[in-house]
């Protein structure tokens, strides 16, 4: 399954470009958002993201997985809004 906190991560990251931004904006330490994208990475069975010491980009699959990440985490907040 699909966990949405994932996939927001993986959403703020790539709009980031940068672990520690994105552990600000998660509320989560870098280690953690590292290992959030490592389980995404291993879910999906593909590289999302190209990162060395000071650089994180987009792969290709992280390009084609960006948009339906958006679109579920969408829906998923238009659902609890609807019942909240």
């Known amino acids: 399954d699909l966990d949405t906190g994932v996939l ?3 959403v703020v ?5 940068s672990f520690g931004r994105t552990a600000a ?3 989560r ?3 953690a958002v590292s290992g959030q994208i490592a389980r995404l990475e291993q879910l999906l069975g593909v590289r999302l993201l190209a990162r060395d010491t000071r650089n994180v980009a987009l792969t290709a699959e992280g390009e ?3 948009q339906p ?3 579920l985490l ?3 907040d238009a659902l609890l809004a609807r019942f909240r």
């Open 74 to 76: 969408a829906e998923a």
């Open 29 to 31: 330490s870098q280690s």
């Open 69 to 71: 990440a958006r679109s």
């Open 8 to 10: 927001r991560t993986f």
């Open 25 to 27: 904006r998660v509320g």
């Open 13 to 17: 990251l790539a709009e980031t470009l």
């Open 64 to 66: 084609q997985a960006l």
